[in-house]
Nanobody, 128 residues
């Protein structure tokens, strides 16, 4: 089993920045995609950003392009989501996820149902 734990979510104001962290522990895994999803009240869980298994491509949702950045720290088994210029529309529970395998298609990696491992979520609230 793999455990993922997110942290960093809090209440911020419009225009603020936050960095979320996700630490992986348990069974060592390789060839896995790593992603951030979010779910706002009353809405579907949606992809925010994903790094493919070979670390060659990073995809971002249109709504966060130019504002959010997914990065990694391999020795710490940690990925991050740097969020800048936050707006109320960014308010959501943010989840870290991982999927084993070599698939790099966004059609697969963009779907929450394709991921095996999930963190518990961390709340980000952006007030105006």
């Amino acid at each position: 089993q793999v455990q993922l734990v997110e942290s960093g979510g809090r209440l911020v104001q419009v225009g603020d920045a936050l960095r979320l962290s996700c630490v992986a522990s348990g069974r060592m895994i390789s060839r896995f995609a790593r992603a951030w999803f979010r779910q706002a009240p009353g809405k579907e869980r949606e992809l925010v950003a994903v790094l493919t298994w070979d670390n060659q491509q990073t995809y971002y949702a249109d709504s966060v392009k130019g504002r959010f950045t997914l990065s990694r720290d391999n020795p710490k088994n940690t990925i991050y989501l740097q969020m800048n210029s936050l707006t109320p529309e960014d308010t959501a529970v943010y989840y870290c996820a991982a999927r084993e395998g070599r698939l790099s298609s966004l059609g697969v990696l963009g779907s929450a149902s394709r991921y095996e491992y999930w963190g518990q979520g961390t709340q980000v609230t952006v007030s105006s």
